[in-house]
Structures are given as C-alpha cells and as structure tokens.
C-alpha cells in the first residue's frame, strides 16, 4: 500500500498559487496607480485656487457687471478648489494609470492584439482630453453666455462654486466619455461584434441614441444637448473610418463571401 508524499503539490496548487500571483500583481499595478494620481495633486494642491480660478473664467466673464460667484458652504472655499485639484490630477495621472492596466494585462494577449491595444489606448487618453478641451473652450462660454442672457429681469446671477464645479465635472467626464465612441466601435470591430458594413445600416439609430443620451447626459438645456449630440454623431462617422481603414479594410466584402 503506498503512501502519497505529504510534500507533494495537490492537482489545484498551480491555479490557486497563479490566482494568487495574480492577485498580488493586480496590487501593486494599483498601488502604481494611485501613488501616480498622489503625488500629481500634491504638486497641484499648492495652486488649487488657482486652478479653480481658470475653471470658472468661461463663467465670470460672462458674470454681469460686478457679480461674483458665492459659496455657501462654510468649508467650500477650501474644499472646492481641492476638489477640482483632484480631478485635473486624476486626468494628468490617467497614462500612467492606463499603462499599469496595459501592462497587467498585456501578458495574456496575442500579437496582434498587443499591436491593436496601444494605439487604442493612445486613442482613448487623447480623444478624452479633446472632449474636456471641447468642455471647456466651447461648450461652458456658450452655456454660460447663453443663461447669463435669459436670466430674468431684477435676478442677481451668483453662481455657488459648488454648484459650479458639479456642472462642469458632469460636462467634462460627458463629453469625455462621449468623445470615445471612435475607439469603442474600434473596439467592437476587433472582436468580431460588428462589421464596418454594420455600423452604416445603424446609423439611423446611432444618431437618435446620440441625441437621447446627449439629454440624459447634459445639463437640462438645449444648448449643451446640440453641442454633444452633433459632436457624437461626427464620430460616430469617424469609428465607421477608422474601422474601414484601420482594423478590417475587407470586412465588408468577406460578410458577403457565402461560407465566409
């Protein structure tokens, strides 16, 4: 009768030990992270009024003679620009966020599908930073002239800080987001969802969900919904390009090859 060796590896050490180096890797890609995004608001905390300061130029400019913003909160004056420092931290970290994503999970891809993610990624940080930029040279000016000219006669306009920062963070992270749809339908062309030849039969539909999520996204007023939903429609045409031109120039022609 044999005896099985006490040291010996049971059948499931290998998945649990791997599970569990995984695990550990998936800590320290975290911990990269995070530390990135501290150490950017420390160095950004010293000039967080000042940051404050250019966030809510589009909106004092266009303030009437001698109105200023308020803040109601007894520790808004400190917490607010604190808060904003945060945000533009996180935005300025996000590479290197993203590049501890790549790397954690670049090990698990194939070739070309490493020679995919990078410009993909690229893509992603770059179109998000055009959709804040957008945010905030267009879209902000435009709302706050726009309300700025319809406020009632005999009414003050001194917006709370506060207020002020929830509305412009919600436009910043809308149109941010928004602005990456040329990289999901890249995404979705890649792994085989859709075709090219797809995306243009849904185009109809595509523009009637830009304008519905435009309203659901945006402040409740016209303008903003028109400033993101015709941007979204714009590139929604661009992934249909870039999905011709980049991933699967032939994908058109070989949906239609019988057996293909």
Known sequence: MSHADPGAEKPGDDGEQSFISHLIELRERLLKAVTAVMIVLLCLLPFANRLYGWLALPLVSHLPQGGTMIAIEVIAPFLIPVKFAFFVALVLAMPVVLYQLWAFVAPG?????????????????VLFYIGCAFAYF????????????????????????????????????????????????LILVVVGVVTPAQLVESRRYAIVASFVAAAFLTPPDALSMLMLAIPMCLLYELGIVGARVLIRPAADDRSNVPGA
Request: glycine share 4%; proline share 8%.
């Open 109 to 125: 891809l194939y070739k070309h599908e490493k020679r995919l993610a990078v410009p993909i990624l690229a893509s992603a940080v």
């Open 138 to 185: 267009l879209v902000l000016p435009a709302v706050a002239k726009f309300t700025a000219a319809f406020a009632p006669a005999g009414v003050t306009v001194s917006p709370d800080i506060g207020k002020y920062l929830d509305f412009a963070l919600l436009l910043f992270l809308a149109f941010g987001l928004c602005f990456e749809i040329p990289v999901v339908l």
